[in-house]
């Protein structure tokens, strides 16, 4: 088994800034790539950013120039620097993983159990 958990979120005035980290950890061979979604109220889940194997980052539009996704091998870490907040930011934010657990042995995707981002006006 794998598990993520999230940590780093809070309340921020807009404007502010916020880090989170997702840290991997069970049984894992290789992390294919990485990924933040985020959910508001009412609203579907959506990709925020995500990395792969190799380190390559990609970003939807509304976060594009404001939020930083980077990834720490060894600890098996992800992080989302998050800066110029904006109220529209609010939402639960989840990291997931594509994991390999063993050698010859198919990926699977794993997902932490979310945490809150809530930015003032």
């Known amino acids: 088994q794998v598990q993520l958990v999230e940590s780093g979120g809070g309340l921020v005035q807009a404007g502010g800034s916020l880090r989170l980290s997702c840290a991997a950890s069970?049984?894992?061979?290789?992390?294919?790539?990485m990924g933040w979604y985020r959910q508001a109220p009412g609203k579907q889940r959506e990709l925020v950013a995500d990395?792969?194997?190799?380190?390559?980052?990609t970003y939807k539009d509304p976060v594009k120039g404001r939020f930083t996704m980077s990834r720490d091998y060894a600890k098996n870490t992800v992080y989302l620097q998050m800066n110029s907040l904006k109220p529209e930011d609010t939402a639960v934010y989840y990291c997931?993983?594509?994991?390999?657990?063993?050698?010859?042995?198919?990926?699977?995707?794993?997902w932490g159990q979310g945490i809150q981002v809530t930015v003032s006006s």
């Open positions: 990395i792969s194997s190799g380190g390559s980052t």
């Open positions: 069970g049984s894992i061979f290789s992390i294919i790539g």
């Open positions: 997931n993983a594509r994991v390999v657990s063993a050698v010859d042995r198919p990926s699977y995707i794993y």
